[in-house]
Every structure is written in structure tokens, then in C-alpha cells.
């Protein structure tokens, strides 16, 4: 039941939002749009923990300012491997082992390595991830140990040993 | 002392640092989609050419998006900007990472190792895969 | 608000590039992802062209060319690993390994 409401207070939020008009026909448009949604999700059976996880959004918040970091660090070295005049780069593919354990952690963290410019995820295979790296150094196992323990944390929370999701 | 900080405030409070930092991330928005467009002209294979389209999805289009809504006269643009660039963030990474395991799905050979001569390039041709 | 326009004809310049590694391939998913590419920068020159017609509707058209420029995408990937848009995407185990060969 809490899980829509949030899901019908987000709804709400997005509808007043993007209108920005408060007359009554329109918000009762918008009312009407709110129960199809929500009428929808939970024929889909989109109302359980995993797929509304309003419990992890304030761990998210602190995860991107480091994300963002990363981004404009990969994104500068990219840029000068476009812009210098003779092409020195090395791609590599290497396996990545991940200390996530539930889903939500897997996809931030395969989501992350692909959000920072010079790794794409090509393929997750439980907890191993295939990484294709435009510089060989960059894309060392190591360079994404502090990404897995910070991803683990926004996804799974710190409280370890619960067992694989 | 306190003039300096007294101007340091009033140009913070005044409207004017909104256009000028709105100005430059706009700036450096466009000026690094250019190069990344030049970089999918320029990287030998596919999956090269995937990193330097990536850098349009982020540093680009975002930097952009931000610029716009700081540059937005009211509020429900800023809102609109700070949506299309959280669906954006959301479908970047996932649209790069289907077409980069579709590849690696149906055989694409990434090149590996050092790259060193743009002419004896042969890449691994598997049309439609 | 010209140095908006000057952002727009950057993004066209953009284009332009990326239709020429549209066209001249070499493999599928070079033009899949050309034409990713385009979609992102259409979002963007949407919401400029926006700005600068002072027409704040066309952030709403910008919000929704980028969802449908996702589900493109996977569609487009979607339609040419399998040739047919009606194989459900949900058991992909015995799927992927028939495909990995």
C-alpha cells in the first residue's frame, strides 16, 4: 500500500510539473490520468520493494556528486584522445568482478561504467561484467574497485552478509 | 574586506551569473559535441566510436541541458530541462549498452591493443550480423 | 540569445558528421548507433530552437522525442538480432547462446 502512494504522490509531483496549469478541468484530466497509471502498475504488479525503491533514493543522491566527478574526469580524457593528432589508443576488454548483490546495485553499477566515457559494459554474466576500455590502463580491474564498493553502497545499503538477491 | 564580500554577494544575488555561467556551459556543451562527432568520424572500430558517441550523451547534452535551465525564465522550463536530462542519463547508458552487447552478441571482434597505423585497419565485417 | 544560435548550428554541424558515419557504415550497428547519436542532439536542438523562438513548448516535444528515440533503438536492435518483433525478450538464455556462435 505505501508503495502507491509513493508511486501516486510521484505521479502527482510529474503531472503538476510538467502542466503548471491549475484549472479544474485540467486537473481533473489529471486526476483521471493518475488512477489509469496506478491502475495500470499494479495490474503489472509493479508495487513490491524491488521495483519502487523509494528506500534507496537518499543513498542514490549521495552516489552521484562521485559519479559526476567521474564523468568530467573520463570525459577530458576522451576528449584529448579525439583531439590529439596522431591516435594513441589501446583498447582493451577485461572482466570485472562485482561485490554487488542485489539487482538494483548490479544495474547502477553497469550503468555507471557505461555512463563514464571510455567503458561500455558489453555483457553481464551474474556477477561478472565484461568491460570494453579505450585506454588499457584506465580499464584495469582495479580502477573499478572504489565504483563497485560505492554503487554496492547506494544499491544494497551498508549492512553486508545478506545472502545473493 | 567587507566591500569585497559586499560585491561578491550582490553579483551572486543579482540576475547576471546565471547568464554567464549559463552562457559558458552552453559553450562548452556544443564545442564538445562537435569534437565528440569528430571523434565517431575518426576512432578505427565500432566499439572505439561507441566511447566517443558516449561523451555526446554526457558531457554534451547535459551541459547543455544544464546551461538552458539556468538560463530559463521561469520555473516550469528549469523543470522540464531537469526531466529530459534525467531520461536522458536513465536511456543513454542503456540504448550504448544494447547496441554494444548486440554487437559482441553476433561476433563484432573488438580491435585490442595498442592501435598504431589508420590505414592497416581491418575490421571485423559482420553486416547485420 | 546568439550565443544560443551559435550552440544550434554547432549541433547541426554535429549532425551532419554523424550522417556521414551514417552513411558510410561500415557494419549495422555503426549506423544503429549514428542514429542514437542524431536522436540525442535533435532532443537538444529541440529545446535550443525552443529558447530561441521563446516558444516553451517545444521542451515538452523534446521530452518525448527522447523516449521515443529509446524505444527506437532497442526496436531497431530488437527487430534485426531476431528478424521479428514478436520473440519475447524475457528468456533470453537458450536465445543468447544460439546467437553467440
Redesign the interface.
Known sequence: MIYVLGLATALVLLWL??S?VFEPLVLGLGVVSVIIAIALAIRLDLKDRESSPYHRIFAFLLYTPYLIGE??KA?IT??K???SPE???????VKVKSTCRSDLAKVIF??SI??????????VDDDIM?V?G?YEADAQPEAFEEMDRRSSLAGDGPSTRKGKA | MTEVLDTVIAAVLSEGWRHWVGSILCLIGAVSTVIAAVGVLRFPDFYTRLHAASVTDTLGALTLLAGMALLAPGIFIVIKMILIGLFLVLTGPTSAHAIANAAYTAGLEPLIGKFRDLKDEDEGESENG | MSLLAAATLALFVAIVLLLIRLFSGPTLYDRVLAVNSIGTKIVVVLALVGFLMDRPDFADVALLYALINFVATIAILKFFRYRSFQISLVKPEGEKKRGAQ
Not at chain 1, 557505461?114 to 555483457?123: E, S
Open positions: 510539473g510538467m503548471g564523468i568530467v570525459n576522451v576528449l584522445a579525439i583531439m591516435l594513441d589508443i589501446e583498447p582493451s576488454l553497469a550503468n557505461t555512463l563514464t566515457p571510455g567503458t561500455v559494459t558489453l555483457r565484461l570494453h579505450l
